[in-house]
């Protein structure tokens, strides 16, 4: 099972470009790379999904080199709603062995 | 479409006594995970249901069991309560298992007194 390993904590001031990097050195060729984002008291919201190179939606985008060994997610322009815990999960769900770690915890200042 | 719905929001037992906790997925998910969240930490993963099979179980002891229904809704059974199981119980449902996104609901909190 692929071990990911992110910042505990990371601060940005509203309008900044924001960039968590999570590093999954063991991954295997099977896994997928997604994000999540959780408010306190509610469920993580699904991000943004990929496998290799670069993924854009609405809200992030996220870049995997070629080795697959880590990944960064990015989210443009953040606002004080963007205050959450951002987690990084590797695996493939198949057999329901997605682990969570403990996320980053991303604080935006006015 | 509806999102995935967990009832009760919150619940109060006293250690010894037996939980249901209830998860309905998103039409047309046919596979249903349960986690567990204690404050400060990740969700942990108990179990994960596909077309009514178990198909994975975390590192829960015996006392925590599950099941799925035929219209895949799914039921998480906690008996003999601890202390240390109160927590945030999270349902989450995708289309296949398999590399489908999760999508959560907004959990059970259980307090165990």
């Known amino acids: 099972l692929a071990k990911t390993t992110q910042p505990i904590s990371m601060d940005s001031y509203e309008g900044q470009e924001v960039n968590i990097t999570c590093s999954h050195n063991?991954?295997?060729?099977?896994?997928?790379i997604t994000w999540y984002q959780q408010f306190p008291s509610q469920g993580p919201r699904f991000i943004i999904q990929g496998y290799k190179t670069k993924v854009t939606n609405e809200v992030a985008s996220l870049f995997i080199p070629a080795d697959r060994k880590s990944s960064t997610l990015s989210l443009p322009r953040v606002s004080l709603s963007d205050t959450a815990v951002y987690y990084c999960?590797?695996?493939?769900?198949?057999?329901?062995?997605?682990?969570f770690g403990k996320g980053t915890k991303l604080s935006v200042k006015p | 479409d509806a999102g995935v719905t967990q009832s009760p929001t919150h619940l109060i037992k006293t250690r010894g006594q037996h939980v249901t906790l209830r998860c309905s997925p998103i039409?047309?998910?046919?596979?249903v995970s349960w986690y567990q969240q204690v404050l400060g930490q990740g969700p942990q993963f108990i179990f994960q249901y596909y077309e009514k099979e178990e198909r994975g179980r975390g590192n829960f002891p015996d006392r925590f069991s599950a099941r799925q229904f035929p219209n895949y809704s799914s039921e998480l059974n906690v008996n003999a309560l601890l202390l240390g199981d109160s927590a945030l119980y999270l349902c989450a449902s995708s289309r296949t298992g398999g590399n489908s996104p999760l999508h959560f609901g907004n959990g059970t909190r259980l307090t165990v007194t």
């Open positions: 039409s047309g998910h046919k596979s």
């Open positions: 999960l590797v695996g493939d769900n198949s057999q329901g062995n997605l682990i």
């Open positions: 063991n991954i295997a060729t099977n896994d997928y």
